[in-house]
């Protein structure tokens, strides 16, 4: 049974930076995809990046392009999320996903099959 943890949640003013923290186990994490999404009060959740196990290939959101960086470490079997240059509509929970590469869409939160609990981002304006 595959278990995500997320962690590194918090509160920010405009302009700053968090880094966020996903803790994987349970299974083999040489290959698939790692997701981030984040829900916002009222909203869907929306994607915000991916990044694969394998070769780290990273695809973004058009929302968090150039101020979001996803990576990771086998060795640790983590995935992170730097964000920079944080505005009050960042603000959200963060959620990371596991899923197969071969799913589909990596973007589209179907296509995965392990959630974490989430980590609350808020940034103040």
């Known amino acids: 049974q595959v278990q995500l943890v997320e962690s590194g949640g918090g509160l920010v003013q405009t302009g700053g930076s968090l880094r966020l923290s996903c803790a994987a186990s349970?299974?083999?994490?040489?290959?698939?995809?790692m997701g981030w999404f984040r829900q916002a009060p009222g909203k869907e959740r929306e994607f915000v990046g991916s990044i694969t196990w394998n070769y780290g290939i990273t695809y973004y959101a058009d929302s968090v392009k150039g101020r979001f960086t996803i990576s990771r470490d086998n060795t640790k079997n983590t995935v992170y999320l730097q964000m920079n240059s944080l505005k009050p509509e960042d603000t959200a929970v963060y959620y990371c996903?596991?899923?197969?590469?071969?799913?589909?869409?990596?973007?589209?939160?179907?296509?995965?099959?392990?959630w974490g609990q989430g980590t609350q981002v808020i940034v103040s304006s």
């Open positions: 349970g299974r083999s994490f040489s290959s698939g995809v």
């Open positions: 996903a596991a899923g197969r590469l071969d799913a589909g869409l990596w973007s589209l939160a179907r296509n995965y099959d392990s």
